[in-house]
C-alpha cells in the first residue's frame, strides 16, 4: 500500500459550523475497479480533515491486488477518529460498496458510529429547480465556478489501473491520484451548493407586495402579483425558475416571486353533495333543507360535478388544495385557486407559506 499526504489550501466557503465542529469532518472518496462490491475492487480512498490548524489530505492506494485489505484497515481505523463523515452519493454507493468489501475480508467495520452527510442526497431534490444538467458532482462544479484540472472519469481510470499493476509507470500512479485528490479538493469547493438547502428549507419573510399591470398577446389587460421575500441565508450563484403561472427568481437573501391573478368568477364546491341540490335555471347548488322550497321542477339532485356556487373576485393559483377555501374553474382541475386580499394575504404570509408552497411545485417541474 503506498500512503500520500499532503497539506492543500480550502478556502472555506461555507460555514462549516452549520455541519459541525471543524476537527470532526471527515470529506472522502473513493476509487474501485467497477460498481459491484461483490464482483470488482478497491484501489484507493482520499480524505480531507482539519487538523493541526490546517487541512490535510491523505490518499491510500492499493499498488498490488492484495493491499485492497490494508487499505480498508487503514481507512476504518482512521474513520474512528471523526462523527461525521461528508462525501458526494456516498450514501448511494461509497458506504454500501465498503461494506460489502469488508464483507469478502470478514472485516468488523461499518459506520455505524458515525453520522453521514450526503451533499448528494441534500441537493437532489432541487436538481429542477436549479436548472442542473445532471448530478454528477462535475456538474454542480460547473454551476457554482468551481474548475479543476482532471480530465478523466472514474470509469476510464479502470483500465488506467490495470496497466498500472502490470507497470508500475509513475505517470500512471500520478494520473489515479490526481482524480480522486480533484474531487476531494471539489468537495470543500462545492459546499457551498448547501447553501440551497439551506436557504430553501427555511422561512421567508414577505417584505413587499405590488400588483402589476400586464398585457396578454391580444393586448388585453390583466393583473400579477410581485412578492418579494427575504430569507436569513444567501444564495452564492442566482437562480430562476418559470411556469404557467408564476415566476421565481433568488439572489443573495430574496426570493421574488411574480405570479398571475385569475380575475373573475370561480367556483367554489360543497364536499357533502349528496346534501344538496342543483338549481337548473340559477346555475349552483343549494342545502337540500332549503331546496325542499324551490319547485321540484327547477330542482335535481347535485352529483359531485354539479356541487358549487359561484363566487367572484381576485385569486391566487395554487398546485393544490392547501389553502382555503378551495375554488375551481371546473371540477377536478389541477389548478386550483384561492381569494387574494393584500391586507389578509401579507397578515397570513408571513412565514413564506405561499412562496414555499410554489417552490415545492417548481422542484417537482
Known sequence: MITIHETPLFPETYPLDRLGKREDLLFFDIETTGFSGEYSNLYLV????????????????????????????????????????????????????????????DLPYDFSGVTSLDIYKKIRPYRNLLGLESMKQKAIEQFLGVEREDIYSGGQLIEVYKDYLFSHEQVLLDMLLLHNADDLRGMPGILPILNYPDYLEHSFTLVDQELLT????????????????????????????????????????????????????????????????????EDRAIHKSVAEYVDREARIKATAKTCYTRRDGSYLPQFAPIFEPVLQKEYKDRITYFPYDDRQFAEQERNGGYVRHLLDYLCSK
Open 46 to 105: 482520499g480524505c480531507v480533515y482539519y487538523e493541526g490548524g490546517r487541512w490535510n489530505l491523505v490518499q491510500w492506494f492499493a499498488d498490488t491486488v492484495s493491499a485492497e485489505k490494508e487499505v480498508l484497515i487503514t481507512f476504518f481505523e482512521f474513520l474512528k477518529r471523526f462523527p461525521i463523515v461528508v462525501h458526494f452519493n456516498g450514501d448511494g454507493f461509497d458506504i454500501p460498496y465498503l461494506l460489502k468489501r469488508c464483507r469478502a475480508y
Open 214 to 281: 400586464r398585457n396578454d398577446l391580444f393586448g388585453r389587460e390583466y393583473h400579477a402579483l410581485k412578492l418579494i421575500y427575504q430569507s436569513d441565508y444567501t444564495v452564492p450563484v442566482p437562480f430562476s425558475r418559470s411556469s404557467s403561472v408564476a415566476d421565481l427568481e433568488a439572489k443573495g437573501g430574496q426570493l421574488t416571486a411574480s405570479v398571475d391573478l385569475y380575475e373573475g368568477e370561480l367556483k367554489y364546491f360543497y364536499p357533502d353533495y349528496k346534501n344538496y341540490y342543483y338549481l337548473i335555471y
